[in-house]
């Protein structure tokens, strides 16, 4: 699970949301991650992770970003 300091942004889709999107960088098995997780809060107000999301190699950044710019856009042109 995720450590708050590993937190580089948060994305809450409204103020009334109980979920939000967390960019995150982690360790895991012995790899370097970089995350984008949905999290959802609790009832007792804990927020946990969800098996909704991507985790890929930090190396990969730039190229995820590329794709996201991509996308970013793509949605442009449809508005």
Same mark, same amino acid.
């Given at each position: =699970? ?6 580089? #942004?948060?994305?809450? &889709?409204? @103020?009334?949301?109980?979920? @939000?999107? +967390? %960019?995150?960088?982690? @360790?895991l ?7 984008? +997780?949905?999290?959802i ?5 804990? =927020?946990? &992770? ?5 985790? %890929? &190699? +930090?190396?990969?950044?730039?190229? =995820? ?7 970013? @856009? #793509? ?5």
């Amino acid at each position: =699970m995720n450590d708050d300091n590993n937190v580089v #942004a948060v994305h809450k &889709p409204n @103020e009334k949301s109980n979920s @939000e999107i +967390r %960019f995150t960088l982690d @360790e895991l098995g012995g790899k370097q991650l970089a995350q984008i +997780r949905t999290w959802i809060k609790l009832e007792d107000g804990k =927020m946990i &992770p969800t098996k909704k999301g991507v985790a %890929f &190699p +930090r190396t990969s950044i730039e190229a =995820m970003a590329k794709g996201i710019n991509a996308l970013a @856009e #793509a949605i442009k042109g449809t508005d």
